[in-house]
Antibody, heavy 116, light 107 residues
Framework: EVQLQQSGPEVGRPGSSVKISCKAS????????MNWVKQSPGQGLEWIGW????????DYAEKFKKKATLTADTSSNTAYIQLSSLTSEDTATYFC?????????WGQGASVTVSS | DVQMTQSPYNLAASPGESVSINCKAS??????LAWYQQKPGKANKLLIY???TLQSGIPSRFSGSGSGTDFTLTIRSLEPEDFGLYYC?????????FGSGTKLEIK
């Protein structure tokens, strides 16, 4: 069974950074790219970008190019998203989702709260 | 970016009824549209991709249609577990974009 297990809730101060993990199991990690998707409170879904774990190549939505950094560790089958220079606009739930344009498995989401 | 306009925003129906949710793209996305279900405490679920291809394990009461700019998700004979949020998403070009969501509630 494909599973994407995300790390727990994070609280970050304005201006700081947070890093969320997404541990994959049940499939060959390097066979699929991993997407990251943002959901602000009470809002819809925004695609942040994806990473190809096999090559480390990434693509980002323009809006997130200076905000998010995607990495992957093939030794632990884990994908990461780091969010930098946090502001209140970054308070949201962040999902990892397997696949290219078609996201066929999702993590449970990790909440990030930006608060001083 | 391709803007996805989803309607209706809210939808109330009874178990056993059929409902349709619409999604309109700001430009042609060929057939490349996916539908997802979101429910509290559960991972988001892929229902349909490529406009009309049913994801493995999804009941046949879910169906998708459309191409170009106009798409529809139809759920026939609603079951209690079908109530939740539904999102469309274009997977034709970067950046991938989602509709604003439709909340399907029990009447």
């Amino acid at each position: 069974e494909v599973q994407l297990q995300q790390s727990g809730p994070e609280v970050g101060r304005p201006g700081s950074s947070v890093k969320i993990s997404c541990k994959a199991s049940g499939y060959t990690f390097t066979d699929y790219v991993m997407n990251w998707v943002k959901q602000s409170p009470g809002q819809g879904l925004e695609w942040i970008g994806w990473i190809d774990p096999e090559y480390g190549s990434t693509d980002y939505a323009e809006k997130f190019k200076k905000k998010a950094t995607l990495t992957a560790d093939t030794s632990s089958n884990t994908a990461y998203i780091q969010l930098s220079s946090l502001t209140s606009e970054d308070t949201a739930t962040y999902f990892c989702a397997r696949g290219g344009g078609v996201m066929d498995a999702w993590g449970q989401g990790a909440s990030v709260t930006v608060s001083s | 970016d391709v803007q996805m306009t989803q309607s209706p925003y809210n939808l109330a129906a009874s178990p056993g009824e059929s409902v349709s949710i619409n999604c309109k793209a700001s430009k042609s996305i060929s057939k490349y549209l996916a539908w997802y279900q979101q429910k509290p405490g559960k991972a988001n679920k892929l229902l349909i991709y490529d406009g009309s291809t049913l994801q493995s394990g999804i009941p046949s009461r879910f169906s998708g249609s459309g191409s170009g700019t106009d798409f529809t998700l139809t759920i026939r004979s609603l079951e209690p577990e079908d109530f939740g949020l539904y999102y469309c998403q274009q997977h034709n070009e970067y950046p991938f974009t989602f509709g604003s969501g439709t909340k399907l509630e029990i009447k």
